[in-house]
């Protein structure tokens, strides 16, 4: 008389497949999440545009202006200007390094934002809400061993949470200034206006 064996688990095949079915929940799981975290910077990077905003009208009534005239190619050299565009050529933006000090560091896309903090730091109506804005996204530092400062002063600019500098735009007196993130990519799109289509700004 012949006994039957009755196996019991799991056959190579059924094994694959629930692999396979992990793995796409796991993937799909991921995105998700990938989706959501880059939602969240983006309304944080939007709050915080609209901050910056609300400053600037702060310093507008205050002064019966805006900061300063600045543009796409706003530089070190205008930051440190002493003209009306710049804070003043006493000062110098330089690195203080652990090492060394060592002014090529800076980058020209930090200066716009720096100059922007600076002269919003200086009126007392727009300098209670600029501080209202979350201290992750405001540094002084080129990389964990640098920062940037004028003389004895922090250089402080503000990031989008990507970790690019925002830029601070404004050409024409009749025209509100706009305050630019370079969006998930990182990019502002100066030399390809493709990549310019994630930006997110205050227009």
């Known amino acids: 008389m012949k006994i039957k064996l009755k196996y019991t688990g799991l056959t190579i095949v ?7 079915i992990v ?3 796991a993937a799909g799981l991921y995105s998700v999440g990938s989706y959501v975290e880059t939602q969240s910077k983006i309304t944080l990077t939007e709050s915080t545009i609209e901050t910056l905003v609300a400053t600037l009208d702060e310093y507008h009534d205050f002064y019966g202006k805006f900061p300063f005239k600045a543009d796409e190619t706003y530089n070190q050299n205008d930051l440190e ?5 710049g804070i003043g050529g006493f000062v110098r933006a330089y690195v203080n390094d652990v090492n060394q000090e060592d002014s090529g560091s800076h980058k020209d896309e930090y200066s716009s934002i720096e100059a922007m903090y600076y002269f919003l730091n200086k009126c007392p ?7 209202s804005i979350n ?6 530092k080129g990389n964990p061993n640098e920062e940037f400062r004028v003389g ?9 949470p990507w970790g690019k500098a925002l830029r601070y735009t404004y050409e024409q007196d009749n025209n509100f200034p706009v305050i630019t993130s370079a969006g998930p990519n990182k990019d502002f799109g100066d030399n390809d206006p493709n990549k310019a289509n994630d930006n ?4």
């Not at 059924?14 to 396979?20: D, G, H």
């Not at 200007?81 to 565009?85: A, D, P, Q, V, Y």
């Not at 004895?152 to 989008?160: E, H, M, N, S």
């Open 135 to 140: 201290r992750s996204l405001l540094t002084n």
């Open 152 to 160: 004895i002063y922090p250089l402080v600019r503000v990031i989008d």
């Open 23 to 25: 793995a796409l929940l």
């Open 200 to 203: 997110i700004n205050s227009r």
């Open 14 to 20: 059924e094994i694959l497949v629930a692999i396979a």
């Open 125 to 131: 109506s727009s300098k209670k809400i600029v501080n």
């Open 81 to 85: 200007s002493t003209g009306t565009n």
